[in-house]
């Protein structure tokens, strides 16, 4: 009993090491974690290089590819916000898409049904105020169920991605359903000092949710649920509320898109969202989530968002056939994830022990 | 030794049992814990030492018997109710999370908040470092690095850290499961050291491990679970390794 072994003996040199590669460790993660940004800017980069000797004409510099580039991001990048919070958690939700399209038709319906009430602006605000409202419903229930019910997420937000796309597509009678309320086209086609509305509100609600996740218990949570789970339970904290919370704060984050889309089109679609759940994803993972949950930033899905929104302008602009977009965010995506997996065999080698 | 035998039990449990349906896991179970005094508990596996501390802590109502605390009877139906009175376990697979500091890990679930610009509530996390610093240099464990997760750290500066919540939330009872099994040999010997200091702080310890050269190194009295039933307790001083295997294999 008093003797160790030699496997035991070995072990002693491990752990004094940890302290000496620890400043190289953190230059790696640093440079891990804002990887989203050093690929939008070597995108930048290129585009720029690109536009130059193809056509002598700058990219950048360009205020309305600027501008087409932000308004390309606004309604991926809302849909990021909320997945990020739910894959900082461990989770995934397949359903924003749909719930975004849900929120489009409501948000146009509600909006021509107040203004023949109220007067217009008001109108607007009511009808966007819906869509967030009701895109809830769909987030309460993915709550409940991965909450209560112990359904993993992919598969009960899966369900909600069908239901949530039949009743949009059931409340839009099948087509799209315009709206008609000048205040609401203005709302999404407008610009203040060429900044368009829809970019600037995107930008204060993704600041607020910087602030959700960073700043407060309920973010501060999410990344202890991510990590762990069980340990986040013995803390004391109510991890059914957490996530029933979690699922409601993603679905309204897709309700507000699909309200602005709704502004942007003057008109509801309940195939608003279809093609930008998987660019949600997307958008998390190059901003430097990890799938299996635990870390991630809103800044970084802030800049996947971008990376995403500049290759798909930056390849028509330069005027590359559009089917090369789906190849090059793929691509993005697959050497984001290589550059995760070293950062962690490299510095947190050590969580395997 | 001889002088807390004199202080008032911290804890005392006494007749406790837990029936799984036909299964005793425990049965008519007593001991006592005083302030300062570390008590190892051993046994085979499937003893019952998982179940008593379960019962302790909260996990379990117990089918019959009862807990006092500081000569109170108490009961706990969850384990948060057995941490505000005190009692807190630090489990063997590290109840942290990795990915945050320590600080975060000492506060989580009951982050202090500050307000910045004088109106918007943000977490206090200067608070959290300082605490932790605090905290982590009364157990004698020296950390630099505040910010960084715990997932940098060793298996035993974890396991400090770990303990260290538990000192910070100012546990008068730390129920330690297997706290060295997954360490090598100079992180063993920390945490034993972090014992004595709890120890030193007048705090009860309820120790559970299978290394005896631990439990002797540790403790000052050892209680031998065999089948659900006490199958004796000795006093450190007065017993030896050979006779604690005997009570434990039944010889």
Known sequence: MTSTSPAQQAEKHVAPQADHSDAAKSLVRRIAEGRAWLFLAGLIVCFEVWSRFAYGATFVLNPFNLQSIAIFAVAPLLLATGQTFVIISGGIDLSLGFIMGLAAVIAAHATNMAGAAIPLPLAMLAGILAAVIVAGVPGVINGLLISRLRIPPFIGTLGMFGVARGAAYLLAGGTTVPVQNSWFALLGNGKFYSVPYLVIITAIFVIVMHYILSQTRFGQHNYAIGANAQAARRAGIDIKDHILRLYVLSAMCAGLGGALYAARFTAGAAQAGEPLLLDSVAAVVIGGASLFGGSGTIFGTVAGALVIAVIQYGLVFVNVEPFWQFIAVGVVIIISVLIDQAQRRFSGARQDE | ?251
């Not at chain 2, 910010?147 to 000192?167: C, D, L, M, W, Y």
């Not at chain 2, 000052?220 to 000795?234: K, P, S, T």
């Open chain 2, 1 to 251: 030794m001889n002088s807390s035998v004199q202080t008032a039990p911290l804890l005392e449990v006494r007749n406790l049992s837990k029936h799984f349906g036909a299964v005793r896991a425990l049965n008519d179970f007593s001991m006592v814990v005083r302030p300062g005094e570390v008590v190892a508990l051993a046994g085979d596996n499937g003893a019952g030492k998982t179940t008593l501390i379960k019962a302790i802590s909260g996990v379990y109502q117990p089918t019959g018997g009862e807990i006092l605390l500081r000569g109170q009877p108490v009961s706990f139906t969850t384990p948060q109710e057995a941490r505000e009175k005190g009692i807190e376990t630090i489990y063997q697979d590290l109840a942290l999370a990795d990915n945050l500091s320590i600080g975060a890990n000492i506060f989580l679930g009951r982050e202090p908040m500050r307000k910045a610009f004088g109106f918007l509530p943000v977490l206090d996390r200067k608070a959290m470092a300082a605490a932790a610093k605090e905290t982590m240099s009364r157990l004698d464990f020296h950390v630099s690095r505040l910010e960084a997760p715990v997932s940098n750290f060793s298996g035993g500066q974890r396991q400090a850290v770990a303990i260290g919540r538990a000192v910070y939330w100012d546990a008068q009872i730390l129920i330690m499961d297997e706290p060295t099994a997954a360490l090598g040999v100079p992180e063993q010997r920390k945490v034993i050291s972090l014992i004595h200091q709890l120890k030193a702080q007048g705090r009860g310890v309820i120790f559970i491990s299978h290394n005896l050269h631990d439990i002797f190194a540790v403790s000052d009295r050892i209680v031998v679970l065999r089948r659900g039933v006490q199958a004796g307790e000795r006093k450190i001083s007065e017993t030896n390794h050979d006779e604690v295997v005997k009570l434990m294999v039944g010889g």
